[in-house]
């Protein structure tokens, strides 16, 4: 299993892909609707009901990451009702599987909701078959399976531009309420097949957070999930603003995130400043694997940095480093943003210290919306 593509529900699909070509480098792959000929190309991303005068799709891709942005032009259009009900963000996650008629089958055994039954398009020796079913809240996730030669896989993966600030989607997160974490975990057990791996339970002064970390039987998809674990939790912030569980993240991987950092801010990107004091206790943390000049870059971009202590990477005793920074949320209300993370010498999980970090800094953004009481 491996992520496929994000299909992010907007108000206006146009002016979003311009965001994405602006501060964040993407490219565009089609205007409005996705045409058929898209479908040929080996890129194939099924949308139910393209071309339908009632939405406007468009598409922007970086290296590997394909980003669908819909917004209505008619009251009946499917995106129109997901913004009735929430917030703009994402509306599905379209998983690659080797067999889809296996994964629906199993499940509708465990309780699971079909949106789409399994379809296939077939273009000369090739062919692609998608279905789609419910998944938490209103998160759905379609579910595609391509017959693809060799040929035409390595012509795919080496079209993926080194140039590309991205390399993969490292890992999405989802929210849920109060209650539900369980709940949630069990589902994406019996029904993807997702296992628990990390867990956290993130606490300050002010507010709480609990987290499980799913990860696909391939350890190819990563699905942290939250549940807010105090009432003023920046979850339950997300929730009520929100109107329900849905997508807080996705944490898009980069090779170099200093560099990357560099473009975003001089494309005018708004991203979330550390906590004060955050670099002097990284300084003062033993084992720091940077040196001084590399720890300054790192300053100067406000990227959170973590380790673990007596983990190496080969036989030269390198420490593997975890390298993440987040954006402010990217719509009107405080809802989705964005992560950018490299993980230096394949470090694995998430650190515990980037993400008490993160919870602080979104904690102080808190309390400049007014939304959480500062009692320091």
Request: proline share 4%; glycine share 6%; charged share 20%.
């Amino acid at each position: 299993m491996k992520i496929d593509h994000v299909h992010f529900y907007v108000e206006d699909a146009k002016a979003w892909r311009d965001w994405f070509v602006r501060h964040l480098g993407f490219q565009v792959v089609a205007d409005s609707a996705i045409p058929s000929t898209f479908l040929q190309k080996g890129d194939c991303i099924p949308l139910e009901g393209r071309n339908d005068a009632h939405t406007c799709t468009q598409v922007v891709k970086s290296g590997p990451i394909y980003f669908l942005l819909s917004s209505a032009l008619l009251p009946s259009s499917p995106v129109a009702e997901f913004l009735r009900q929430h917030s703009p963000g994402v509306a599905d996650i379209a998983f690659c599987v080797e067999n889809v008629e296996q994964v629906i089958s199993l499940a509708q055994v465990h309780g699971a909701k079909v949106l789409q039954p399994v379809q296939q398009h077939q273009y000369g020796q090739k062919y692609i078959k998608w279905g789609k079913i419910a998944a938490w809240g209103s998160l759905s996730h379609t579910l595609i399976e391509r017959g693809v030669g060799g040929d035409e896989e390595e012509d795919i993966a080496s079209s993926f531009s080194s140039s590309s600030s991205f390399a993969a989607i490292d890992h999405i997160v989802l929210n849920v309420s109060a209650g539900d974490l369980e709940r949630a975990v069990t589902w994406y057990e019996k029904i993807l097949d997702f296992q628990p791996q990390q867990t956290f339970n993130i606490q300050t002064a002010r507010s709480a957070l609990y987290s499980r970390v799913m990860v696909s039987g391939n350890g190819e998809v990563q699905l942290p999930i939250n549940e807010p674990a105090s009432a003023n939790s920046q979850i339950q912030e997300f929730l009520n603003v929100n109107r329900g569980a849905g997508i807080q993240h996705i944490a898009l991987r980069t090779r170099n995130i200093v560099h990357a950092i560099a473009q975003f801010r001089a494309s005018g990107l708004s991203l979330l400043p550390v906590p004060k004091g955050y670099y002097l206790e990284i300084q003062q943390r033993k084992g720091l694997p940077l040196s001084t000049d590399e720890l300054d870059a790192i300053a100067a971009q406000e990227i959170l940095v973590d380790w673990k202590e007596n983990t190496f990477f080969g036989s030269n005793n390198i420490i593997p480093v975890l390298l993440q920074i987040f954006t402010q949320p990217i719509f009107s209300q405080p809802t989705f943003f964005f992560e950018f993370i490299e993980r230096r010498y394949q470090a694995q999980g998430f650190g515990e210290g980037n993400f008490r970090a993160l919870f602080a800094a979104i904690e102080n953004e808190q309390i400049k919306r007014g939304s959480l009481k500062d009692f320091g």
